[in-house]
């Protein structure tokens, strides 16, 4: 079974910034593509940013430039690194590891973890 472990999360002030890990552990052979999403109170999951194997992002328009996504693969962890917090990013983030497989014949499933709060303050 494949477990999803984040941290990082916490409460800072608009502007400040905080960076959440999300490591990945089990019997894994691969992974496509490392993700974390977030959920604000009363709204629906949202993509945040997304890594895939090849070394490609995507970011959500609303964390262009302010966000990083990162992923150390040897590790099977993937990072968010969050500057110039705003109030509005006060969610749950969750991370998403898409496509896993267990040996390479196996197929691929997907994992979530189990989302850890960051609450910016005005």
């Known amino acids: 079974q494949v477990q999803l472990v984040e941290s990082g999360g916490g409460l800072v002030q608009a502007g400040g910034s905080l960076i959440l890990s999300c490591a990945a552990s089990?019997?894994?052979?691969?992974?496509?593509?490392m993700a974390w999403y977030r959920q604000a109170p009363g709204k629906q999951r949202e993509l945040v940013a997304v890594k895939s194997s090849d070394d490609s992002t995507n970011y959500a328009d609303s964390v262009k430039g302010r966000f990083t996504i990162s992923r150390d693969n040897a590790k099977n962890t993937v990072y968010l690194q969050m500057n110039s917090l705003k109030p509005e990013d006060t969610a749950v983030y969750y991370c998403?590891?898409?496509?896993?497989?267990?040996?390479?014949?196996?197929?691929?499933?997907?994992?979530w973890g189990q989302g850890t709060q960051v609450t910016v303050s005005s």
């Open positions: 998403l590891a898409d496509g896993v497989r267990v040996n390479s014949w196996s197929g691929r499933s997907n994992y």
């Open positions: 089990g019997r894994i052979f691969s992974i496509n593509a």
